[in-house]
């Protein structure tokens, strides 16, 4: 496999001492400094740990936290992993950075065939990104004709019970199908050994179970298309329920008392409404802008799906250049023609998501509270949001506003809602111009 890994690179101080504080605080007497101070972060909180852990008491793991670098991982890896949610991640912006150098990741299984028709194609895919910026395509759509195979660096923060959870899905549940997570599975795994001794916090295989079921590889023919947002999930009395969270907490004066709630540092009030959406159509590269909103419930389908789906998206800057638009059109169709010959020859639906290209499409379900929706339309209704995130913003915004507008007319970007543009040297300007 010609990529990189994962390596752990940070942990937190005192992380075992704490596990072990934490063991000893819910079972014996004394306060928690005392429970600290009787351990030795080493072999015997190692063994207490063991102790605790061995009878299913894993809360005491989430003391522990860990930091991985993923260095040169396919960004198939990456769409993978940040879908965790109890993790932080900070991932290279394909909006800013240019990719041109990035490389790709070819999986080892290949035949020598296959690996030639990889090859061809991938670096093919690479030379379209590069004509398209010499174009003056801006990256941010660019990026739609790289393939799902180019590598990709990113950080990873977690507790120790949440990456038991994560290896144990690279090593045996949904993300074993890709032979390269399997790999970094197994090399975190091991360092994970390394830092906790003969104290074994691994999920077994059918804690990580995962039922999939397998699907005759069909492709759909090509086709151009947009994100479509729709509310498919709403509260049956919202205006009552919020209301009485409101005359719960008892903390605003006089009229207009949304309009205070919208603009207050804890809208906490706004976690009683919980919004369900479809959005159709969205690109791969725009499916990851979802992902990072870390309070949501979101579904989204195998990477492999946007290849075989057919659709992908076509920005207007490539649009309005015949050069341009005939590259990019060109590269879904040798891209598409190139899976096929793949399949043709055995490949399997693990191997042809890495010919997935970011613009290729899929459809994703995702629930969020209207707290964290507040937040969401702050960023994604801004001008300097992603253009077909925006876009797929203002759909939930307008169906939003026809199912209680007396609460989300007044979301928006943060400039409306705060009156002030975080932003900083990157603001638009109309805000200024607003209140000028």
């Excluded at 309005?320 to 793949?342: G, V």
Aim: charged content about 25%; glycine content about 6%.
């Amino acid at each position: 496999m010609n990529t990189g890994g994962a390596r752990i690179v940070s942990i937190s101080n005192n992380g075992v001492k704490m596990c072990a504080a934490a063991a000893r605080i819910s079972t014996t007497d004394g306060g928690a400094i005392k429970a600290m101070e009787r351990g030795d972060g080493g072999e015997k909180d190692l063994k207490l740990i063991k102790k605790v852990v061995a009878s299913g008491h894993k809360t005491i793991l989430e003391h522990l936290s860990f930091t991985i670098a993923f260095h040169d991982v396919s960004v198939l890896a990456e769409q993978g992993l940040i879908e965790f949610r109890l993790a932080s991640y900070t991932v290279k912006s394909r909006r800013y950075v240019d990719f041109s150098g990035a490389g790709y990741v070819t999986p080892a299984s290949l035949s020598a065939e296959m690996g030639a028709i990889y090859k061809e194609n991938m670096d093919a895919r690479f030379e379209d990104y590069r004509k398209l910026l010499a174009l003056g395509v801006a990256r941010e759509d660019a990026r739609f004709v790289l393939p799902y195979c180019f590598k990709s660096n990113f950080y990873m923060t977690l507790n120790a019970r949440e990456l038991a959870h994560v290896i144990a899905s690279m090593q045996y549940g949904r993300l074993s199908r890709y032979e390269e997570l399997k790999v970094i599975g197994e090399s975190l795994n091991e360092q994970l050994k390394e830092i906790m001794g003969e104290t074994d916090i691994s999920e077994k295989p059918s804690q990580a179970k995962f039922a999939s079921r397998e699907k005759e590889i069909r492709f759909e023919p090509l086709h151009i298309c947009s994100p479509e947002a729709e509310v498919v999930i709403q509260p049956e009395a919202p205006e009552k329920a919020l209301d009485y969270a409101l005359r719960l907490t008892d903390r605003f004066d006089g009229e207009n008392v949304i309009k205070q709630l919208v603009k207050d540092a804890r809208p906490r009030e706004l976690e009683m409404l919980s919004y369900g959406f479809t959005v159709k159509n969205v690109s791969l590269s725009c499916v990851t802008h979802f992902t990072r909103h870390r309070m949501q419930s979101l579904i989204v389908p195998f990477v492999e799906e946007a290849l075989t789906g057919g659709g992908y998206v076509l920005p207007q800057s490539v649009k309005a250049n015949k050069e341009a638009n005939e590259i990019y059109e060109n590269a879904f169709k040798n891209n598409l023609e190139n899976a096929k010959k793949m399949a043709s020859l055995g490949a399997d639906s693990a191997i042809l998501a890495y010919f997935a290209l970011s613009g290729n499409t899929v459809d994703i379900l995702f629930t969020m509270n209207a707290r964290e929706l507040l937040h969401f339309m702050k960023l994604r209704t801004c001008t300097r949001a992603q253009w077909e995130i925006r876009d797929a913003a203002n759909d939930m915004l307008v169906g939003l506003m026809e199912s209680f507008p007396a609460l989300f007319k007044h979301f928006g970007p943060s400039c409306a809602v705060n009156g002030f543009c975080p932003e900083g040297r990157l603001s638009c300007g109309r805000l200024q111009k607003t209140e000028e």
